[in-house]
């Protein structure tokens, strides 16, 4: 079971991108799916989270009204819309499921709470 992120690229401050996130080898349609963060040199954070029981959305301060995350349900994909980047969004984006159920931020935010991850896409955003 695998999570396969994609969409990184370069792209210059105040840019967007989308982030996709699709599962090979089964569907991820009852979990949470969250997108977390690593620059270099610093530990992986949260970015964003989808519950699967409502799908209320969570969102790391630091992306708040910039970011959205979004599920196409035929597609079975997971999006990270990305608008105004800044040059400190630059870091390896993950996708991730799990099936805690969480129903607050605070458990959204830990990493222990996803079971599948993706390999990580690259954003780099220059100024």
């Known amino acids: 079971v695998q999570l396969q992120a994609s969409g990184g690229g370069l792209v210059q401050a105040g840019g967007s991108l989308r982030l996709s996130c699709a599962p090979s080898?089964?569907?991820?349609?009852?979990?949470?799916m969250g997108w977390f963060r690593q620059a270099p040199g610093k530990e992986r954070v949260f970015v964003a989270a989808?519950?699967?029981?409502?799908?209320?959305?969570y969102y790391a301060d630091s992306v708040k009204g910039r970011f959205t995350i979004s599920r196409d349900i035929a597609k079975n994909t997971e999006y990270l819309q990305m608008n105004s980047l800044k040059p400190e969004d630059t870091a390896a984006y993950y996708c991730?499921?799990?099936?805690?159920?969480?129903?607050?931020?605070?458990?959204?935010?830990?990493?222990?709470?996803?079971?599948?991850w993706g390999q990580g896409t690259e954003v780099t955003v220059s100024s």
């Open positions: 991730a499921a799990g099936r805690r159920y969480c129903s607050n931020i605070g458990c959204y935010v830990v990493r222990d709470n996803y079971d599948y």
């Open positions: 080898g089964r569907t991820f349609s009852s979990y949470d």
């Open positions: 989808r519950s699967w029981r409502d799908g209320s959305t």
